[in-house]
């Protein structure tokens, strides 16, 4: 039996048991019964439990279908001649055939005669309530009208019920046989080569991982990995960003970002009150730095104005991780030997800027930065380009910019298929001399540089319009549960 049902399954995929029951005209008990000696093998099936109302005989329909209906009964009962009412009624329910045998006008009272006689009305009868009967035994039910049944269920011959069913289909072990597949190759076997003899389950390469139950990855964290890669690929280093407090001497002055611009008063930059100052800075590169600002050097006239060391000393969460990068600058300068650098960074920047659906006061900056002698924005072109090209975006066009720290400096935007537009991706630019010189940076060396967020990329790459979907407070974790992992290039 278990191999028909099985194969029956590997012809039709699914299988009710109820319907097995009628196909293989056994009782619906015996079916379950297989099925549970099938699960005791594997996973051949799955079984999904079914509750349906379905109509089952009564003790006494069973009777009735077994040995024929009280009036037909009672009419075979009824010999040619005839035969006294008191007689008949001697007879196994007798008064239930004989009302309804007179009501089927298969009967009738001679009363000519003394004493009256029950005679025959009709030379043979058809059992219907037999025959339907039997069909209702085997499922078949649905034969009948619903007036027969409402009549049968009135005469306590049916009665309605729950049957508790399965539906089987194949399972992940799904055979043909209940020889139990064997899923791993064991030394055991080898040895003794007794793996002659066994079935092995074939592998499912369809299968797919199991889901993790926790350690979910942000989709910003996932697109910052991608980045990294990309960057690693690319022979890049990661730089040190794990200081969001810098003082305003690194962030800005070592840029050669005069103290006097906008972008370094409080509406534009988070001070931070305690630790208010930095007082630690190499003494002279200080100087060199105060001098560049203020009277010029390198070729430059400088800004020409009263460069304070208060204003310096300032700490504040940095706005950039472009601090980081001059850091890492001047620490590359004190060598013996200035050695090329490709170095990049990804990390949180803090700006006091006006907050809006896709812009917060703290994003990622993601920097690439590369020092040799000889550079040029032909070269900076190039290398964003294929960094660009990794994230699957190639039509570039640039637009001239301005940066504090780099000259000439330019703005990147790419023609974005999935948006159907031309969108800004980025800023780039060649640092100027008054940031590497007072640093140390030998003549001929120039650093090309370019930036980018984690944010919008990551918005664009899985359809956020607002970013307060994406990070802060009211953010669904499901929807880091559910985000698919991410293919910059797809
Ligand atoms: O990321 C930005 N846009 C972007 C990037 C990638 C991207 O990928 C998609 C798959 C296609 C899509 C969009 N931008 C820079 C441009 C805009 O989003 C802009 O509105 C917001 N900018 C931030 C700054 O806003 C206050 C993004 C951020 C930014 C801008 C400049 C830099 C870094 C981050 C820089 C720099 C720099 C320049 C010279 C030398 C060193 C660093």
């Not at 099936?45 to 024929?68: C, F, H, Q, W, Y």
């Not at 007179?102 to 029950?118: E, H, Q, R, T, Y």
């Not at 030379?123 to 037999?130: A, C």
């Not at 990147?412 to 590497?436: A, D, Q, T, Y």
Request: aromatic letters at 10%; hydrophobic letters at 40%.
């Amino acid at each position: 039996m278990a191999e028909k049902i099985l194969k029956y399954l590997h012809d039709n995929g699914e299988a009710s048991t109820l319907k097995l029951a009628e196909l293989f005209n056994e009782a619906h008990q015996k079916i379950i019964g297989t099925l549970k000696s099938i699960q005791a093998n594997g996973d051949l099936v799955t079984a999904e439990p079914v509750s349906e109302k379905n109509i089952e005989l009564t003790d006494e329909g069973k009777l009735v279908a077994k040995e024929g209906s009280h009036e037909a009964n009672l009419y075979k009962a009824v010999p040619e001649s005839g035969i006294a009412q008191a007689e008949l009624m001697k007879f196994p329910n007798a008064k239930v055939g004989f009302s309804k045998a007179m009501s089927n006008g298969w009967i009738f009272v001679d009363k000519a005669v003394n004493p009256p006689l029950v005679k025959r009305k009709v030379p043979n009868i058809t059992d219907l309530v037999q025959d339907h009967l039997k069909l209702v035994d085997v499922g078949k039910h649905s034969e009948l009208t619903d007036k027969e049944k409402a009549e049968y269920k009135k005469r306590k011959l049916i009665q309605e019920a729950v049957i508790k069913s399965f539906l089987l289909k194949k399972g992940p072990e799904f055979n043909l046989s209940l020889n139990k597949l064997e899923t791993d190759l064991t030394a055991d076997m080898l040895t003794s080569g007794n793996w002659k003899n066994l079935k092995f389950k074939s592998y499912n390469f369809d299968a797919l991982g199991a889901p993790p139950t926790s350690g979910f990855l942000h989709p910003l964290l996932k697109v910052r990995a991608e980045f990294r890669q990309i960057f690693l690929e690319m022979g890049f280093s990661e730089m040190p960003t794990n200081n969001y407090v810098e003082s305003s001497f690194w962030n800005f002055d070592a840029l050669f970002q005069p103290q006097q611009h906008p972008a370094r008063d409080a509406h534009d930059t988070f001070f931070v009150s305690d630790p208010q100052y930095s007082n630690k800075f190499p003494e002279d590169y200080l100087q060199r730095v105060k001098t560049v600002h203020s009277k010029g050097g390198y070729g430059s006239q400088g800004y020409r104005y009263d460069w304070k060391l208060k204003e310096a000393q300032k700490n504040l969460l940095r706005t950039h991780t472009t601090a980081v990068s001059a850091r890492m600058l001047y620490k590359a300068a004190q060598e013996k030997e200035f050695k090329p650098l490709k170095l990049f960074s990804i990390d949180k920047v803090f700006r006091n800027e006006t907050l809006d659906a896709t812009h917060l006061a703290e994003f990622h900056q993601v920097e690439g930065v590369i020092a040799d002698y000889g550079l040029t924005l032909g070269d900076l072109i190039g290398v964003f380009a294929e960094f660009f090209k990794k994230l699957g975006i190639t039509e570039l066009e640039f637009k001239p910019a301005y940066n504090p720290y780099t000259e000439p400096s330019m703005e990147i935007f790419c023609f974005h298929p999935g948006l159907g537009k031309w969108i800004e991706i980025g800023n780039s630019g060649v640092f100027r001399p008054e940031m590497l010189r007072p640093m140390g940076i030998p003549e001929g060396v120039t650093v090309i540089a370019w930036g980018l967020s984690l944010e919008r990329p990551t918005m664009i790459k899985y359809g956020f319009n607002n970013i307060r979907d994406l990070v802060g407070p009211k953010v669904d974790l499901e929807m880091v549960q559910k985000s698919p992992i991410c293919r910059l290039n797809k």
